[in-house]
């Protein structure tokens, strides 16, 4: 109706500055949200789950990714299978809780009745004419990083997953996530675009000033800093750090824990990155006490204090695994200006609750983490809604994570919008 | 902003497949939301109300179909007119009562005065040269149907609108409505687009598996079915059944019952369907233990077991006429994923709550039904949601209502909008 | 995706018909309030807050226009400015209370930190090469017109600004609102377009209808009538009340309190409106019972009969200031259908509550009538939705005012959208 000059999404990805913030559009726009479904959710490899939430025969669970609804069931070959959670007659939603178990899978609006493997059994009235062999619920593409669920909703997924796969199955195994069961998870939905909820987990610039409970077991040299702007003192530290968390791959590594940094955030389509990190001083695991917060370990660990294995990958999800549990992120975008942030706390599957761990201490790091996070998001959002808004420079020496998501974002639509 | 190709209206349209499901975006998109509020809410009979909602001079009720706020007011000569529901002056909205009753209708603003033929009476201060005969309030096309109320927002209302009051009319008459009262009414909101809530009205495939309470007196074999699908007990059911009804039709029409089949759901513009049709067992009407609701019997019925008359109207109402009592059922679109479904239970005007009649028992069958029905919107509108929605095959046993009802809807649209 | 046919801005604008409402897309159209947002709030002087807000150095408030929003900082040099309130690091909101005190303005993501005047005096692991000169806070334009605070968010403000500074001065001097403080202070949410809470105000032809306590110390001759409508009688009441208007003018203006109508709604960019009226009978101020609500008086007055000095301002504010007590109204738009009223209760910075004044006594006038004033909003806001809805004629004896918001309205868009 109104004549507003909008700069194109075309333009907009082409006068992109690196080491500079996006600017307001992409984070406030409901039709670039509605192109980031379409080219990033619909196109790539999409964390969503983790083998522990269907871990027997007839469980399943429902992953919705924008208006595109997933039902995960481990079939009875013990292989996690997805299909589109849509009933082929009349198109109604099929399953409808979060998690269920089930026999076959079954509409409730006309009781069309499809097996774990999408084939329609059978449909009542349909007539003689009617072929139910064309009427199976529609596969999506599913693969299993070490127990890490991904769906990819393209026709033709990116092929890189192998690599990365490839890469980070010797970083995972140790951690047997195929045994874990989820001891608590919990979602939030966090005020802001989901780019600025990735932005805000890629780095830790902000950590000292808003995650008290997080920071305690992590060394400050971690979070990157300007060398030219330390002192005697400081410089002194980050070099112990450095040496610490070599001599840390080295000891790890020999133990057969892979350790060292493998970073192909912006250069896969598939983008990743890995690293164990030490842990300060005593600390064991991600928890208030720094302590172990299950006793029976993970996998082939022995030892509770193992560092901590971080795994990131674009475009929408971070991992912390110790030695005694893990914490896995999913972020589901909701609409431009809303995400849903999914955690999961996995512990070893024999693991007993109240005697071998306390859910209560196991969850409170992320949790009081995660909620200073959504309110930093929600900063962000707010501050994108101003015309004053005009991206600003990334830190050189804190941000570079930050800055490569924007690198693979921007490509990843460029490539797909516009040269 | 974005180059998103996105199909236009006409060619969806178009490539309508006949006896499959709409496409996705006649459930979800706003654009095609709002032609439908033009194309089929603004220019067609609308069923919106009945005369017992303003049985006296001066009583009043409000409708609104989308934007469009309606006040329909009983005359002091016992008719019954409709005006649009917005001042003159300021444009302010002028009756705020759902159903009120009213000497003269004035706007709360200014006191603009409106008699009940929409005539202004008074206005302050307007000066020597301003002319209240232009100002008036604007009339809306109201018609009764034995008591049933539609409107047409249209200046040239559809002319075969006498069609169906003429062959209406003698199917209608015995049961009297505009003895009736308002028992009853229930406005609830049903989470999907208005189409849904026709479609799934159009077809009982789904009641066995979802309607306990409604199919207690309801013969199955009136659903439909697949005639080669049935065993040889099933034949004879289905044979036995349709006996019945051709028994029952000729006995009630020579008892001055019109009862036998009228159908013009896609070859009319105001397109509709009736039929009277036995209950099962000793079922007399709609209720829990299948008994008369109300003692009192509508219009020219002295037996309770008199089977039920059903009328269905395109675009948005269903009705169900008993000996005892009627249920009118009217759906308001109110966006693209969410309708307004209201419904009223009539009795005998005279009938005594508490002695003759109990509402709990009038209503439940209906209240539990339409809560049912609720929920099944609801899945078929978040099925929409998802890219992989794709339109299925209706049954072409059991939901040829349903394919009729799309063939109405795209034939009035395709002629509002493409060639 | 649906070729609907609507008018253009342009087209709206140019056809326009004086002293008649504006046509509904003005009301309901989220293109035009985004027009609106751009051209009217955008670029002209807005009353946003007063200086009794921020009374001490380092006193801070936020204030949102849309979008955009802005911190109001007293300095230490106790100047009030103004600085978009989003940090130059990664764009997060900087203050998030609405009225705060701080030392310097601290980002809470990375601690990146301003001085009072906007200067970026700290930003960690920025490196080397990081300029700070060049990150300082945006400047705001702002204005006091004597302890009145306007913001402008267009680089070149509109000059006239001095114009209506220069006229005004004398007439608020008297009141010397630098040394008030606020008492009270209220928001409420109209469900309205922010021009149907202007034009609501800007006439008192609703006042007698719906008014009852807003009226108790008003002339009713003052609202304005149609003079060949009264009667004899009538026509007395208007003469004496004309004189009675005249004759405090002059007695006024001799004891230095201008009271005179200046009238510039529709001939300036900055267009305003005052004047300086009686009160009926023995009233002293906007109170219940009539009578002062503060016994410490406003400046330079003695006696609480001082009438009323009225100011409005285009696009956004109007003020009541008695001797005794000044009342502020801001409007803030939302949406196309929701605009926030932001009012404040001023007294004498030396008042006692309990003492010289009572909060519930000083606010309950204006919170009833604001009230009243948000459902007759909400009344126009439904009736302009329907497509029914025509532009009416405005009365040319009591609601010339509304008519030069129009013209001042139409004239300003015009000026930017087309010819």
Known sequence: MLDVTQTPLKALLKRRRPGYCLEAPFYTSPEIFAADMETIFQRHWIFVAVEADVPEPGDSTVVDIGGTSVVIV????????????????????????????????VCRYHAWTYGLDGQLLYAEHMGDHFDTACHGLKKVHIRSLEGLLFLCLADEPPADFDVMADLMTPYLAPHDLRNTKVAFEMDIIEPGNWKLTMENNRECYHCAGNHPELTVPLFAEGFGFAPEQLDEAGRQQAERYACLVNDNHGAWEASGFPSRCLEHLDDMVTGFRTERLPLDGDAESHTLDTKAACRKLLGRFNDPKSGALHFWTQPNSWHHFMADHAVTFAVFPIDAEHS?????????????????????????????????????????QTGARSPAYEPGPYSPHTEMLVDKFCNWYVGRMTDAHGA
């Open 340 to 380: 849903l942030l999914r955690t999961k706390w996995l512990v070893h599957k024999d693991a007993v609750e109240g005697v071998d761990y306390d859910v209560e201490n196991l969850k409170a790091v992320w949790v009081a983490t995660n909620d200073q996070d959504s309110t930093l998001v929600g900063y962000c």
């Open 74 to 105: 481990r079939d009875d070959d013990m292989n996690v299978v997805a299909f589109h959670n849509v009933c082929r007659h009349r198109g109604a939603r099929l399953v409808h809780d979060y998690k269920t178990s089930v026999g076959n899978l």
